[in-house]
T-cell receptor, first 112, second 110 residues
Framework: EAQVTQNPRYLITVTGKKLTVTCSQN?????MSWYRQDPGLGLRQIYY???????DKGDVPEGYKVSRKEKRNFPLILESPSPNQTSLYFC???????????FGDGTRLSIL | RKEVEQDPGPFNVPEGATVAFNCTYS??????FFWYRQDCRKEPKLLMS???SGNEDGRFTAQLNRASQYISLLIRDSKLSDSATYLC???????????FGAGTRLFVKA
């Protein structure tokens, strides 16, 4: 089954404790992306990757890091999480940029 | 000004009604356009791509007006199951970014 898998689905943690949200896709897609969704603001792009080893900032990259060492994986790293990063996060992939994206189930992150 | 703006909503309509959503975008270099549907706390799912010639998928019709920089979605014969948030999405090659509108909430009532 074609899918984008995110883990964990839910996480409650404390300020400053490094965390990683994993994202994996099994569709051999080139384009991958991370979004956060906050009430009233919609989905905002954090980082995206055009292909392996090619990543770039979206509209809200501050406080986040990503890597794309393999085509299927695109982890999101919060080196020193803060409460303003409490949000619903989605990973997505598409065959190429500007094509329809498939989304993971989302990760609900709470930072106390 | 937001790069992609949608009708604020919510829209409350009876079953069987026709409802239209509009979306405007500000970047003239925008390349591709989509409507996604999102149910409460779930992941967005592609509803349809939007083409310059307009396109239809059952009860759903999408139109793109590049000159005026707006996209529309028409839903005919609304069903209870159409209740969701509809997201307008635009991509542009200026940075290879994907921009989502804030979404329009639709409630279809019996």
């Amino acid at each position: 089954e074609a899918q984008v898998t995110q883990n964990p689905r839910y996480l409650i943690t404390v300020t400053g404790k490094k965390l990683t949200v994993t994202c994996s896709q099994n569709m051999n897609h080139e384009y991958m992306s991370w979004y956060r969704q906050d009430p009233g603001l919609g989905l905002r792009q954090i980082y995206y990757s055009m292909n392996v080893e090619v990543t770039d900032k979206g509209d809200v990259p501050e406080g986040y890091k990503v890597s794309r060492k393999e085509k299927r994986n695109f982890p999101l790293i919060l080196e020193s999480p803060s409460p303003n990063q409490t949000s619903l996060y989605f990973c997505a992939s598409s065959s190429q940029f500007a094509q329809p994206q498939h989304f993971g189930d989302g990760t609900r992150l709470s930072i106390l | 000004r937001k790069e992609v703006e949608q009708d604020p909503g919510p829209f409350n309509v009876p079953e069987g009604a026709t409802v239209a959503f509009n979306c405007t975008y500000s970047n003239s270099a925008s390349q591709s356009f989509f409507w996604y549907r999102q149910d409460c706390r779930k992941e967005p799912k592609l509803l349809m791509s939007v083409y310059s010639s307009g396109n239809e998928d059952g009860r759903f019709t999408a139109q793109l007006n590049r000159a005026s920089q707006y996209i529309s979605l028409l839903i005919r014969d609304s069903k209870l199951s159409d209740s969701a948030t509809y997201l307008c999405v635009v991509t542009h090659t200026g940075g290879f970014k994907t921009i989502f509108g804030a979404g329009t909430r639709l409630f279809v009532k019996a």
